[in-house]
């Protein structure tokens, strides 16, 4: 497992944090690198009002790096703006107003551009944990490019293993981009049915037809492909010695397991393609993007419309190692809904894990006979995990709701059949077939109310965090998954203005009992000391003495950290006429320190003495 690093000191506020990715730093958290720390503007009070491209982090290795970070913009809408206004059916809303949501801001959707344009207190800026590093001095230089007084320090701090790391954001003085140059998701999204000058906001059919999508997420660890809003049919995993073979016939999401009046196949109105011939001449559907976000650090793929509930809503969140996937029901009452991934005939020969069944079951298109999950294990604070683990990869779920419902039914959902036949089991599209498939089911018998707009109502939202891992992950592995979902790192932010200071060496003479000889070369042993404020990249020291030596005696000089030395040896001529019976050697120095300071010094030097024949 990778090893973590981060942290967000906080003006006087604590944010917990999200899950996602990255490399390697001192005093981290042990394995949470690929957990990403998101804060909002709130938790980041100096630096709010900032130009979003202005603000850039670094991490303290010695000397400061360059991480990537990322400002995502979010506002407050009235929901019905997702929509264009027009002829469209009664439960979309009208052209009336409907209910206020904190939306991800996006120009290029219905959603629009944040009316503040500055990181103001609802935004999110996000990194990733390996990229923290240690704590930088109070004292010393800042990185070139940066704001001195604009340093916040971030602590993040890991509730699981224990350890902290530290990561500092400044306001960028010069052309720094916030990427670093780093990409860790790559999110292609392209609807293939736009052509020429048509737009996702203009063009977009946001009502009674599809809208085919040739769209692709792809990471170091994985890969994924949607051909619509609701609809994913490709999964290929390549982290460590994973195959990379796709395993993926479909991601379902389906009300009732014995029907497909409502599936994601009528949700992205593609009513002709579901097994149920009778839905062909069905049009009641809609839908809408809230935000297409490809981003350094993290992608953001958020929409909206599933037939009669047009502001139910699902969104993903992907990161190099995992994808947080949500959905917030706001619908009308309903009976079962289920939400899960079906496995393709690539996937036989895996195993099937879940916290009720760690010994595992082959996933061969035979039925099993598991234990599943129940509420108590996936509700308000409660967290399940599924697996599937092979030479293919590994797909490590981690489940878990949010709801005010009384009494709620909530469970686990698994079928390993390829000729799937029970009333039960109705296969709503795909290759007709269920193979590994796992994911989350609300129960029933009847769901209440959770559209606002229709009275009172109760919030539910349900939280799948997927994890793309090696073949090697097991039971154990799921679990640490599981734990690090139900115990996010926490982050502060504290305004930390690094002060100025200077660079400096120190140079003593190792072999104080030395002679030169009129004439010939002395091997002095020196220790050069960092006694300055600031790391020293390089540099150059030299000896003089106009009476005494032949020429100057100089010595070049690599990085040294603060208090920091290395001894050298510097072979010295003295002069043939030299007189006397002791030699004073004037010492000088030249070094660049860290974020392009130049500084130089003469302290003082040192004495030799002069061996004579006899």
């Given at each position: 497992m990778k090893t973590f690093a981060r942290t967000l000191a906080g003006l006087g506020l604590a944010a917990a944090i999200t899950i996602g990715l990255a490399?390697?730093?001192?005093?981290?958290?042990?394995?949470?690198?690929?957990?990403?720390?998101?804060?909002?503007?709130?938790?980041?009070?100096?630096?709010?009002?900032?130009?979003?491209?202005?603000?850039?982090?670094?991490?303290?290795?010695?000397?400061?790096?360059?991480?990537?970070?990322?400002?995502?913009?979010?506002?407050?809408?009235?929901?019905?703006?997702?929509?264009?206004?027009?002829?469209?059916?009664?439960?979309?809303?009208?052209?009336?107003?409907?209910?206020?949501?904190?939306v991800y801001a996006d120009p290029k959707t219905r959603s629009g551009a944040d009316e503040d344009a500055t990181f103001d207190a609802d935004d999110e800026l996000t990194f990733m944990g390996g990229d923290a590093g240690g704590t930088a001095p109070s004292v010393g230089s800042v990185p070139s490019g940066t704001d001195r007084s604009s340093a916040v320090k971030v602590d993040v701090d890991d509730p699981v293993g224990g350890g902290s790391a530290y990561v500092y954001l400044f306001k960028a003085a010069g052309d720094l981009d916030p990427s670093a140059g780093k990409d860790y998701v790559d999110y292609d999204f392209k609807l293939t049915n736009l052509t020429g000058s048509q737009t996702l906001k203009d063009d977009y059919g946001y009502f009674s037809?599809?809208?085919?999508?040739?769209?692709?997420?792809?990471?170091?660890?994985?890969?994924?492909?949607?051909?619509?809003?609701?609809?994913?049919?490709?999964?290929?995993?390549?982290?460590?010695?994973?195959?990379?073979?796709?395993?993926?016939?479909?991601?379902?999401?389906?009300?009732?397991?014995?029907?497909?009046?409502?599936?994601?196949?009528?949700?992205?109105?593609?009513?002709?393609?579901?097994?149920?011939?009778?839905?062909?001449?069905?049009?009641?559907?809609?839908g809408t993007y809230i935000a297409v976000i490809d981003g350094p650090v993290r992608a953001i793929r958020s929409y909206m419309g599933a037939n009669s509930g047009p502001y139910v809503q699902r969104e993903h969140i992907y990161y190099q190692d995992h994808e947080q996937n949500t959905i917030f029901l706001r619908v009308h009452p309903m009976l079962d809904l289920y939400a899960w991934t079906d496995y393709?005939?690539?996937?036989?020969?895996?195993?099937?894990?879940?916290?009720?069944?760690?010994?595992?079951?082959?996933?061969?298109?035979?039925?099993?006979?598991?234990?599943?999950?129940?509420?108590?294990?996936?509700?308000?604070?409660?967290?399940?995990?599924?697996?599937?683990?092979?030479?293919?990869?590994?797909?490590?779920?981690?489940?878990?709701?949010?709801?005010?419902?009384?009494?709620?039914?909530?469970?686990?959902?698994?079928?390993?059949?390829?000729?799937?036949?029970?009333?039960?089991?109705?296969?709503?599209?795909?290759?007709?077939?269920?193979?590994?498939?796992?994911?989350?089911?609300?129960?029933?018998?009847?769901?209440?109310?959770?559209?606002?707009?229709?009275?009172?109502?109760?919030?539910?939202?349900?939280?799948?965090?997927?994890?793309?891992?090696?073949?090697?992950?097991?039971?154990?592995?799921?679990?640490?998954?599981?734990?690090?979902?139900?115990?996010?790192?926490?982050?502060?932010?504290?305004?930390?203005?690094?002060?100025?200071?200077?660079?400096?060496?120190?140079?003593?003479?190792?072999?104080?009992?030395?002679?030169?000889?009129?004439?010939?070369?002395?091997?002095l042993k020196l220790r050069v000391i960092n006694n300055g404020a600031l790391v020293i990249q390089k540099g150059t020291f030299c000896l003089t003495s106009k009476r005494g030596l032949a020429k100057k005696a100089c010595k070049k000089i690599g990085a040294l950290k603060l208090g920091k030395g290395r001894t050298v040896t510097v072979k010295a001529k003295v002069k043939k006429r030299v007189k006397g019976k002791r030699l004073h050697l004037n010492l000088g120095y030249t070094v660049r320190a860290e974020s392009g300071t130049v500084a130089g010094g003469q302290p003082g030097g040192f004495n030799i003495g002069i061996r004579r024949k006899k």
């Open positions: 490399g390697t730093a001192n005093a981290a958290p042990a394995d949470r690198s690929g957990d990403a720390v998101v804060l909002k503007g709130s938790d980041l009070g100096d630096l709010v009002g900032t130009e979003p491209g202005k603000i850039v982090g670094f991490a303290w290795n010695g000397r400061w790096e360059q991480i990537p970070v990322q400002v995502d913009e979010r506002h407050t809408i009235d929901v019905r703006q997702l929509y264009p206004e027009g002829d469209f059916p009664p439960y979309v809303g009208g052209n009336a107003p409907d209910f206020d949501l904190e037809q599809f809208n085919p999508e040739d769209s692709t997420v792809k990471t170091d660890d994985y890969e994924l492909h949607s051909i619509d809003r609701w609809m994913e049919d490709q999964m290929k995993i390549t982290m460590g010695n994973s195959t990379g073979v796709d395993i993926l016939d479909r991601e379902v999401a389906q009300a009732t397991k014995t029907g497909c009046g409502r599936s994601e196949y009528t949700f992205s109105g593609r009513w002709k393609q579901d097994s149920t011939p009778g839905n062909d001449s069905s049009t009641d559907n809609e393709s005939p690539a996937a036989i020969g895996m195993t099937y894990r879940d916290l009720k069944n760690t010994g595992g079951v082959p996933v061969d298109g035979n039925p099993d006979s598991i234990v599943p999950a129940t509420t108590a294990d996936v509700a308000n604070g409660a967290y399940a995990w599924q697996q599937l683990s092979g030479p293919q990869g590994s797909v490590s779920t981690v489940v878990g709701s949010d709801t005010d419902i009384p009494n709620p039914n909530f469970g686990t959902y698994y079928l390993d059949d390829s000729t799937p036949t029970g009333a039960n089991e109705v296969q709503c599209g795909g290759d007709g077939q269920s193979i590994g498939a796992s994911g989350f089911g609300i129960l029933g018998p009847v769901t209440p109310n959770t559209d606002p707009r229709l009275g009172n109502h109760n919030d539910l939202t349900v939280k799948r965090t997927r994890y793309f891992g090696p073949p090697s992950d097991g039971a154990t592995q799921a679990e640490n998954y599981t734990e690090r979902v139900s115990k996010p790192l926490i982050a502060s932010a504290t305004a930390s203005p690094i002060k100025s200071g200077h660079a400096r060496i120190k140079v003593k003479l190792l072999n104080k009992r030395v002679k030169a000889r009129p004439g010939k070369q002395v091997r």
